[in-house]
Nanobody, 121 residues
Framework: QVQLVESGGGLVQAGGSLRLSCVGFGRRYVMGWFRQAPGKERDFVAG????????DYADSVKGRVIISRDNAKNTLYLQMNSLKPEDTAVYYCAASSSTVVTSLGREYDYWGQGTQVTVSS
């Protein structure tokens, strides 16, 4: 059983940075970050292959966030820079048994409980 736990969320001013972490996955999972704002659907943010050599980003965050992983520590990261108020959401990490990076939520088998990110203007 994979149990994912996110941390690192918080309140930050627009233009600021946060680094989210997620622990608890196995080395061979494709990992992803998703987010859900109030009243909206859960959206893909970024994904990374199990070896870390392939990444994918949503257009809305491309150039502002970096996804990375440390398999020795079973830890996934999301470095978020130049944050905007529209980045406010609950951020979830997820693990997929897919062989390629995927942006589809239905391809992910395990989900964390989420961490709140709030960006003030």
């Amino acid at each position: 059983q994979v149990q994912l736990v996110e941390s690192g969320g918080g309140l930050v001013q627009a233009g600021g940075s946060l680094r989210l972490s997620c622990v608890g996955f196995g080395r061979r999972y494709v990992m992803g970050w998703f987010r859900q704002a109030p009243g909206k659907e859960r959206d893909f943010v970024a994904g990374i292959s199990w070896a870390g050599g392939s990444t994918d980003y949503a257009d809305s965050v491309k150039g502002r966030v970096i996804i990375s992983r440390d398999n020795a520590k079973n830890t996934l990261y999301l470095q978020m820079n130049s944050l905007k108020p529209e980045d406010t959401a609950v951020y979830y990490c997820a693990a997929s048994s897919s062989t390629v990076v995927t942006s589809l939520g239905r391809e992910y088998d395990y989900w964390g409980q989420g961490t709140q990110v709030t960006v003030s203007s």
